[in-house]
Nanobody, 117 residues
Framework: QVQLVESGGGLVQAGGSLRLSCAAS????????MGWYRQAPGKQRELVAR???????NYVDSVKGRFTISRDNDKNTVYLQMNSLKPEDTAVYYC???????????WGKGTLVTVSS
């Protein structure tokens, strides 16, 4: 079983920065992919950024150059550094762990990020 707990959300003005953290516990493998999704009101959940077990990253176009995903395998933690935040980044951000073996997805409960204009 895997548990994911997000932290670091909050209210920030446009142009500001936040750093989200996601601590994973349970049975974690370094090859598990981890990522961040977000869901804005009235919209579908979308992938924001993902990092593979070997550190390969990918981002949705709207955050490229502004957000950086990283992971610390020793701490079983994934981070999302968000800079130059925009009001359209306002959403609940969810941590995700994807395990290829069994094609299993695990989710955190989410943390709210609100960017004021």
């Amino acid at each position: 079983q895997v548990q994911l707990v997000e932290s670091g959300g909050g209210l920030v003005q446009a142009g500001g920065s936040l750093r989200l953290s996601c601590a994973a516990s349970g049975t974690i493998f370094s090859i598990d992919a981890m990522g961040w999704y977000r869901q804005a009101p009235g919209k579908q959940r979308e992938l924001v950024a993902r990092i593979s077990g070997i550190g390969t990253t990918n981002y949705v176009d709207s955050v490229k150059g502004r957000f950086t995903i990283s992971r610390d395998n020793d701490k079983n933690t994934v981070y999302l550094q968000m800079n130059s935040l925009k009001p359209e980044d306002t959403a609940v951000y969810y941590c995700n762990l994807y395990r290829l073996l069994g094609e299993r997805n695990y989710w955190g409960k989410g943390t709210l990020v609100t960017v004021s204009s």
